[in-house]
């Protein structure tokens, strides 16, 4: 886990790569009974709806902030407050990274805030987002 004395503003977290199969999007849909046919009917998302291929869910991919942000913070911090938005669709077929930086330290709170991002191949970021975490 991180501490307050030896981090600074700009630090970034370690990224996480995520390459979602369809399974994956299935799975995720039925447990957020989310029936939308364009994260698991490829043939529904092309033909009736126009997308490229299957969309990656925006909920998984504020999970993926989450997760990055959990790992970094380790056993001993708490997640304070996390929030994200949905830009750009992400399909099926790619690798997608979440990672973020540091952006404010109050050392005498241990808060720490952060700004997120789930990123494309490309660089593109489709889901921006941010956090307010404390360290232990």
Known sequence: MPKVDRIRVGDVLPERAHTPTILDLFFYNAALWNGHRIHFDERYATEQEGYPGLVVQGPLQGDWLGQCVMEW??????????????????????????????????????????????????????CPGSARVRLG
Do not use: C, M
């Not at 996390?82 to 050392?107: H, K, P, V, W």
């Open 73 to 126: 913070l380790g056993d001993d911090g708490v997640l304070l407050e996390l929030e994200y938005g949905n830009r750009a669709a992400g399909y099926l077929g790619g690798t997608f990274y979440s990672g973020g930086r540091i952006t404010a330290i109050d050392e005498g709170s241990g808060e720490v805030s952060l700004e997120l991002h789930v990123r494309n191949e490309a660089g593109d970021v489709l």
